[in-house]
């Protein structure tokens, strides 16, 4: 069993505004498949390689960002590599903040809290081993107010109580309560055998109010559907 050190660096605090223009645009990129990143929700990244370790010091020593991405490619050896040796990448994905971050035995582990979705316009040249894109929010700069309102999402929260209570599970519903919308979509994205196209469904959704619908239909078709996207993958330059 690894040994917790003390906190290395990092707070959650974000700043008191955002807009396209505060924040980076450019920004080291964690691939990562599981749990999904969703602003409003915190996810932990392991960082058990070098060039990971190197990007959460670097970032850290900057403005504390990173980036994440979902591969395409299901396979775990996928998540990781240089530009021209790594994984197809999607295009859309979600700004974290790096809050508390631990050294253990086989590397970091840090907790990231997504702030806000973007899209990458190009890829640009790695440093330290690790990835780097340019991106852009303009389109999902309703994100923070969205998770301000705090997204109740009543009925998928009904819907995941009945399934619960059918399974004549013992876990404390009341959790639920204090859970944020997006909270509950990432839960539910973890629990359920989502592809990766169905994940990265939920990770485009044009606002974050209609995660909701869109998950009660991909619980209701069950998972391995085909879904399309308005731009193909993104390959490694």
């Not at 440093?127 to 780097?132: F, I």
Request: net charge negative.
């Amino acid at each position: 069993m690894s040994t917790k050190l003390p906190v290395i660096f990092g707070s959650t605090e974000l700043p008191s505004s955002l807009d396209g223009e505060t924040l980076p645009a450019l920004l080291p990129i964690f691939p990562l498949a599981v749990p999904l990143l969703l602003p409003g929700t915190v996810v932990p990244l392991v960082a058990s390689e070098e060039r990971y370790r190197n990007l959460l010091d670097d970032a850290m020593a900057a403005d504390g960002y990173v980036g994440i991405l979902q591969p395409m490619a299901e396979e775990e050896e996928a998540e990781v590599g240089l530009p021209g040796e790594g994984p197809a990448l999607y295009y859309v994905g979600c700004l974290g903040r790096i809050g508390e971050c631990r050294e253990e035995e086989d590397g970091y582990v840090a907790l990231v809290q997504g702030v806000i979705r973007f899209r990458v316009r190009e890829e640009l040249p790695g440093v330290r081993g690790y990835r780097r894109m340019a991106v852009d929010y303009g389109e999902f700069l309703e994100d923070p107010e969205a998770i301000e309102q705090e997204l109740d999402f009543s009925e998928l929260k009904e819907v995941v109580r009945q399934r619960i209570e059918w399974n004549g599970s013992e876990l404390d519903l009341a959790i639920m309560d204090d859970m944020v919308g997006t909270e509950i979509v990432t839960a539910l994205a973890h629990a359920l055998p989502f592809s990766s196209a169905e994940r990265q469904a939920l990770v485009e959704t044009p606002t974050l109010q209609e995660l909701q619908p869109l998950l009660l239909h991909l619980m209701a078709m069950g998972p391995g559907g085909m879904l399309g996207f308005d731009r193909p993958p993104m390959l490694p330059s």
